[in-house]
């Protein structure tokens, strides 16, 4: 595997007992342990059932991570970005699946350039212009192209709105002649967060018939999908209970967050997979009256959703606000009678993962109250 030599300020740590407690901060933190098994328990679950999974590397753009999924019978990982599948492919994972539209010319010769190494390369597709530019890019490689037609199911980000133009661009792969049809893509991104079962299954349900039909008018075209893709976290068990899907792409689960922990998955109350991933900050401050500060503020936490969430392990009841760039305020709970004192480590639960990871360089990995390990976020970025 690729492995960074720099593994940042806190390398000297690994390895020695305690050492999660004197972390620099502010530092991403991923517990091994249940990392682990919300790895194998989305495994086991879709195992159980024959449904494939390929899941999202856009959460972690970590290919020791993605190495983990693969152990434990993942048969690839979807990439949004290029640089992730190149991240993937460096780091010798098979079956890499990119679900984003590769456009531009320079992506394009990346993606012939990633072609002509990486096995089994797929790709999603949702226009016309696009499938020549690509063909002409397999073409490049030497090598033909894995196509996936990518359905708009609901959301109208990417894909293709209706049967037939779905049955007409799905035609125009199969006749392409350096790509290769492996069937369909529909992710319906949109569903995923609503917080109510019924109201999920309810909107889910819809965008589910839609691709049911597109399987449906392929099939009477001879064009039967080999690959149908797609399903994420929120939408995971009623996922496998489609029967649509061959494969599932779901990504957060590995972490869970504040946004995936107030999803109400079925009827037990509890989310299925346990929160895996915070970010270790450091109190900076401790004047105020009622609060304190920390060294956690917008470049560190993603702000398109929730707030960060103070782990109870860390300090029971406290609140978390935003306080700039690069500070948090902790509010402390009422009646607290101690107040955290400079440099005591707070725990947050990460708003939203994907982009939290985004703007961090490691994984701290940790087992207990030790550093075990440092994982790059090797494809961090956006190019
Ligand atoms: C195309 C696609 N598939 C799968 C996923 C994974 O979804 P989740 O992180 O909710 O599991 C995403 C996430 O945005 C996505 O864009």
């Known amino acids: 595997m690729n492995r960074s030599s720099d593994l940042g300020p806190n390398q000297s740590l690994i390895g020695r007992p305690g050492s999660r407690h004197r972390l620099a901060t502010p530092a ?19 195992a159980a059932i024959g449904l494939d999974l390929r899941p999202h590397a856009k959460t972690h753009k970590s ?24 991240a993937m492919a460096a780091g010798d994972i098979p079956g890499v699946h990119l679900s984003s539209p590769v456009v531009g010319d320079g992506k394009l010769r990346r993606l012939a350039a990633l072609n002509a190494d990486a096995e089994g390369l797929m790709v ?4 016309r ?42 035609r125009a792969v199969s006749d392409a002649e350096y790509l290769t049809y492996r069937g369909i893509q529909g992710y319906s991104g949109k569903v995923q967060h609503i917080e109510r079962l019924g109201e999920r299954t309810e909107v889910y349900g819809a965008h589910l018939d839609h691709l049911r039909d597109v399987v449906e008018a392929l099939k009477d075209a001879g064009l039967a999908p080999e690959i149908v893709s797609g399903g994420g976290t929120g939408t995971h068990g009623i996922d496998r209970e489609a029967g649509l899907f061959t494969e599932h792409q779901a990504g957060s689960y590995i972490f869970m967050d504040v946004e995936y922990n107030a999803v109400e998955f079925d009827g037990t109350g509890e989310p299925p997979f346990e929160t895996a991933l915070f970010v270790q900050c450091s109190v900076v401050s401790n004047n105020a009256e009622g609060f304190v500060t920390i060294d956690g503020g917008f470049k560190c936490f993603a702000t398109d959703g ?4 103070i782990a109870a392990t860390s300090i029971k009841g406290a609140g978390f606000d935003r306080f700039g760039d690069e500070h948090g305020k902790v509010i402390l709970p009422e009646g607290a009678n ?3 004192g400079l440099g005591d480590p707070i725990l947050l639960i990460t708003p939203h993962c994907d982009p939290t990871v985004n703007l961090h360089d490691y994984y701290h990995v940790v087992d207990g109250d030790t550093l075990v390990d440092i994982w790059p976020v090797d494809a961090r970025g956006v190019l």
């Open 28 to 46: 991403l933190i991923v517990e091994l342990g249940a990392l682990e098994r919300n790895i194998a328990k989305m495994a086991r679950d879709h």
């Open 124 to 127: 999603a597709a949702d226009n």
């Open 306 to 309: 929730p707030k960060p969430r």
């Open 63 to 86: 290919a020791a991570i993605a190495r983990k999924q693969i152990d434990a019978g993942a048969l690839g990982v979807c990439c949004a970005t290029l640089r992730e599948a190149e």
């Open 129 to 170: 212009q696009n499938l020549a530019q690509l063909d002409e890019a397999a073409e490049a490689s030497g090598d033909s192209l894995n196509v996936l037609v990518d359905i708009d199911v609901g959301m109208a980000r990417t894909g293709v709105g209706t049967v037939e133009g779905a049955v007409r661009l799905a």
């Open 338 to 340: 101690e107040k955290p």
